[in-house]
């Protein structure tokens, strides 16, 4: 905590205890503020002494939306890192969906549908011949479903 607003907070404690009031005139003419029987303080004018009457009430309200500020704080600071962490898995799905389209890009184009290509056996001898399509044997998919890239 801030130490200035340590520094009020003691200080609100420790003053007499309110509600304050402005009271009789002084035989000066000051202005008298007071709280239960006590003098808390006098001025020269009216308004100060409306002010200082309300002090209390008025440095408590405002502490209080001190607190407020620093809870909302708190809050945009975890939805800071949410909105990070959201950004980052969104990157990493849009990643994953580009990886899917170019493999369904791959299985779309009608030129890997065409037969033309050959396939090498174990014995390293020409087994058929066959579409591209036909000698992925759906790799392309399978490895595109794990979030993997193909080439």
């Not at 007071?34 to 002494?49: N, P």
């Not at 014995?123 to 044997?137: M, T």
Request: overall charge negative.
């Amino acid at each position: 905590m801030d130490k200035k607003i340590q520094e009020i907070r003691t200080a609100l404690a420790e003053a007499t205890p309110g509600p304050w009031a402005i009271g009789a005139p002084s035989p000066s003419g000051a202005i008298n503020i007071g709280a239960k029987g006590l003098l808390v303080a006098q001025c020269a004018k009216k308004e100060q002494a409306h002010l200082i009457a309300n002090a209390p009430t008025y440095i408590s309200y405002l502490l209080q939306q001190i607190d407020q500020v620093d809870e909302i704080r708190e809050s945009l600071d975890v939805l800071k890192q949410q909105m990070i962490e959201i950004r980052n898995y969104t990157a990493k799905l849009k990643k994953q969906i580009e990886i899917k389209d170019k493999a369904l890009k791959w299985y779309a184009t009608i030129e890997n549908y065409e037969i033309g290509n050959f396939t090498v056996d174990q014995n390293g001898e020409l087994d058929e011949w066959e579409s591209r399509v036909q000698q992925d044997a759906g790799e392309k998919a399978r490895t595109a479903l794990k979030g993997e890239d193909t080439p």
